[in-house]
């Protein structure tokens, strides 16, 4: 089935919040990262793309109109501290990244039956070009650290760092940060490892 990849904005992505929160919670379920999340919450990170200047969100659509994808992009600034902390630590002196030439990768999600089309390289690619237009040089995205014997990892799990290298991005395991939400079948929510993959462009 085709897909179109294109950026929403006003309206268009108004619209599709309740369908990018059901999209987040449903891909974000599975493993590594095992988000059970809630709707209420969904929506309500999402409109931070409404609102942050710099942003961008790009929908991978069915002929049909169907949301089955969906990617973010802000600059490093609008993020929270956490986010940017890691680029401005004490130990980089002289620092290594300037904070403002930086668009951070937020997520990208699209349902399983839809991968292995190049959707994922369509939503970098759009992506850093989102950077460049924005005169910013560096992107960046975290991902979640989890024990390889981790008990709810699946036979067959691939990581994706082999398509990061592809893709031109470098792990760093100096740049990290702990993000914190409730797993799946847990009742508390706990501080997750994040790792972050950085790319010049």
């Given at each position: 089935?085709?897909?179109?990849?294109?950026?929403?904005?006003?309206?268009e992505?108004?619209?599709?919040l309740?369908?990018l929160?059901?999209?987040?919670?449903?891909?974000?379920?599975?493993?590594p990262?095992?988000?059970?999340?809630?709707?209420?919450?969904?929506?309500?990170?999402?409109?931070?793309?409404?609102?942050?200047?710099?942003?961008?969100?790009?929908?991978?659509?069915?002929?049909?109109?169907?949301?089955?994808g969906?990617?973010?992009?802000?600059?490093?600034?609008?993020?929270t501290?956490?986010?940017?902390?890691?680029?401005?630590?004490p130990?980089?002196d002289p620092?290594?990244?300037?904070?403002?030439?930086?668009?951070?990768?937020?997520?990208?999600?699209?349902?399983?039956?839809?991968?292995?089309?190049?959707?994922?390289?369509?939503?970098?690619?759009?992506r850093e070009?989102?950077?460049?237009a924005?005169?910013?040089?560096?992107?960046a995205?975290?991902?979640v650290?989890r024990?390889?014997?981790h008990?709810?990892?699946?036979?067959?799990?691939?990581?994706?760092?082999?398509?990061?290298?592809?893709?031109?991005?470098t792990?760093?395991?100096?740049?990290?940060?702990?993000?914190t939400?409730?797993?799946?079948?847990e009742?508390q929510?706990?501080?997750?490892?994040?790792r972050?993959?950085?790319?010049?462009?």
């Amino acid at each position: 089935m085709q897909l179109s990849v294109l950026p929403a904005t006003g309206e268009e992505l108004r619209a599709a919040l309740p369908e990018l929160a059901r999209l987040r919670q449903q891909v974000f379920r599975a493993f590594p990262y095992l988000y059970e999340g809630d709707a209420e919450y969904e929506e309500n990170y999402l409109r931070t793309y409404l609102n942050a200047p710099g942003t961008v969100v790009v929908l991978a659509r069915t002929d049909g109109g169907r949301v089955v994808g969906a990617s973010t992009a802000l600059p490093l600034l609008q993020e929270t501290q956490d986010i940017q902390a890691p680029f401005s630590g004490p130990e980089f002196d002289p620092p290594e990244f300037d904070r403002s030439d930086v668009l951070y990768l937020g997520e990208s999600v699209l349902l399983h039956e839809f991968r292995g089309q190049g959707i994922g390289h369509q939503f970098f690619e759009v992506r850093e070009a989102h950077a460049r237009a924005l005169g910013l040089g560096v992107t960046a995205f975290c991902a979640v650290q989890r024990d390889e014997a981790h008990p709810a990892r699946p036979a067959d799990f691939r990581p994706l760092n082999a398509f990061w290298m592809a893709r031109g991005y470098t792990e760093r395991p100096d740049l990290h940060t702990q993000m914190t939400w409730r797993d799946v079948g847990e009742t508390q929510e706990t501080a997750k490892d994040m790792r972050f993959w950085v790319k010049r462009l």
